[in-house]
Nanobody, 128 residues
């Protein structure tokens, strides 16, 4: 069974940068990390879960960002290392949330993408 593992969450000051990482294990039979569309969601205290960003599997080249993070966050992947990244710059207190890494085989990264696999999340806390 596919397992999603996030890392990199920590407490930082407003204006600082942070990079989250995510790996997969137990891939679906015949699949490679490159075959998974990957993304990040977040959930702040008392708020609904929000899609932050996604990136297509290697056969496509699309990315998508929530308006709230566009221009500050960058999603990327290293298929050779089997790792997804979320580089977060100019962090604000509003970015405080649990960040979830997500995955889906051959998914279409878009505003409406619904991933199948989820990690347990990593906490990002931004102090003003």
């Amino acid at each position: 069974q596919v397992q999603v593992l996030e890392s990199g969450g920590e407490a930082v000051q407003a204006g600082e940068s942070l990079t989250l990482s995510c790996t997969l294990s137990g891939l679906d039979p015949g699949m490679l990390f490159a075959d998974y569309t990957m993304g990040w969601f977040r959930q702040a205290p008392g708020k609904e879960r929000e899609k932050v960003s996604c990136i297509d599997w290697y056969g496509r080249s699309g990315t998508w960002y929530a308006e709230s993070v566009e221009g500050r966050f960058t999603i990327s992947r290293d298929n050779d290392k089997g790792t997804l990244y979320l580089n977060m710059n100019s962090l604000q207190s509003e970015d405080t949330a649990i960040y979830f890494c997500t995955a889906d085989v051959y998914g279409l990264c878009s505003a409406t993408w619904r991933p199948y696999y989820w990690g347990h999340g990593t906490q990002v806390t931004v102090s003003a």
